[in-house]
């Protein structure tokens, strides 16, 4: 593992996170990638909740009774309420989204993946735009203004650890989508000039 200063410094369309380092693991490191073709997890990654910016938190609160109800779940479940102050995430501050009975509360378990991802989907919504930046970046992460890969992977719990393509490969379209063509250019040229990260 080594950890690499880009050529700048890339704010995500919401201004935070931003990313300056890259830590070549992700070039490297594989993970199953294809949750709602895995047959095998269980969903084992979204077994704990995760962390949400206050405004994503607003988002989908406004969503209304309409989400509430697909969500299954009341509205004041969803959160745990413990605001956090965290410069990394837009609104610098975030919550927990709940864990219940071993897993997400916003996790499809009469079918498969995340409710909110689903939901954005049938109504035309972009999903970046409510669901938790942890989960749909999942396999690479943000910490102190580096890109790192996810802690399970980083331990190599996550299940699926050591299957399908690389980090980058699969994170490559969600962190065009959340910071820019421009961070994946110059992340893709750090790729290019790395060697042995097959």
């Known amino acids: 593992m080594s950890l690499v200063k880009l050529d700048r410094s890339y704010p995500s369309v919401q201004g935070a996170p931003v990313i300056s380092s890259v ?14 073709d ?3 997890c269980h969903d084992t990654c979204c077994s704990y909740g995760a962390d949400i910016d206050l405004g994503d938190v607003e988002r989908v ?4 009774k309409d989400f509430e109800d697909y969500a299954g779940l009341p509205a004041a479940k969803w959160f745990d309420g413990n605001v956090v102050q965290d410069d990394e995430f837009p609104t610098g501050a975030m919550m927990r989204v709940r864990a219940s009975r071993g897993h997400c509360v916003f996790l499809d378990t009469k079918g498969r993946g995340c409710k909110i991802h689903s939901y954005c989907l049938a109504h035309g919504l972009d999903y970046h735009v409510y669901k938790p930046v942890v989960c749909f970046l999942f396999g690479v992460t943000f910490e102190y203004g580096n890109l790192v890969p996810s802690n399970e992977i980083k331990d190599a719990s996550l299940i699926c650890y050591g299957q399908g393509p690389t980090l980058f490969e699969a994170a490559k379209g969600e962190l065009e989508a959340f910071f820019g063509p421009a961070l994946v250019a110059a992340l893709e040229k750090v790729r290019d000039g790395v060697h042995d990260v097959s």
């Open 61 to 64: 609160k406004g969503l209304g």
């Open 23 to 36: 830590e070549t693991d992700i070039f490297r490191l594989r993970y199953f990638t294809y949750c709602m």
């Open 38 to 40: 895995c047959d095998f």
